[in-house]
């Protein structure tokens, strides 16, 4: 089991509300609508924690969640929302970058792409801000059960290899289904090898 207890901490609108960094974080990053909030649910195996929804406004706080008080979930803003202002998009830009910065507990960083339609140009302004703060980052590609028969492992070598030289991606790309589960025991076993949990 990946937690016995997991439960929402606290969202953050400003960086000085960020909890003290005293236990590893693993964070999730990814546009808006990829599936964070149904992956979250899935590797803790509770359907309401994060909230799922196709009101992206709901995302805009980075989200904490303790399991088991041994490790914590970190759900960042999701990018490339269109309906968002430039000053409200600005904002939570700002808020993810000051907490992928400075946080010495963070181990991980999880960007998700949706795997029909792979990167996109936000995406990799999100794989240059996360080289730039050189946090170790994983690429997870979510809804594959949207996908025919061998055309998720097309996208995941051709992911694989678009990330290939850049610094701080960890080399392999996870392909998960929130709906079917494919991926998910796997992704939980390279979350605890990530954090020693
Ligand atoms: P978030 O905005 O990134 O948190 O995305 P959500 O988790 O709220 O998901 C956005 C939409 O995609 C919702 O309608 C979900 O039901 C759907 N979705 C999420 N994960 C999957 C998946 O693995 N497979 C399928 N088919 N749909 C998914």
Redo the contacts with the bound molecule.
Sequence with gaps: LFARQATFMLGCAKIEQLPEPDLPEIAFA?????????????LVGMKGL?????E?G??REVNFFDLDGKLRLV?LP?YGWAKASKGEVKRFQNLGRDYLRGRVTLKRVYL?IDARHGLKAVDTEALDALDLAAVSYQIVL?????LKKGEGERMREATLKAVSKRPAAFPEVAL?????GDGIPELRAAIMTATGV
């Design positions: 990814g546009r808006s609508n990829v599936g964070k909030s149904s992956l979250i649910n899935a994060a909230r799922a929804s196709n992206p709901r995302t759900d999701g998700l979510t809804k594959a059960d949207k998960t289904s929130s709906e079917d």
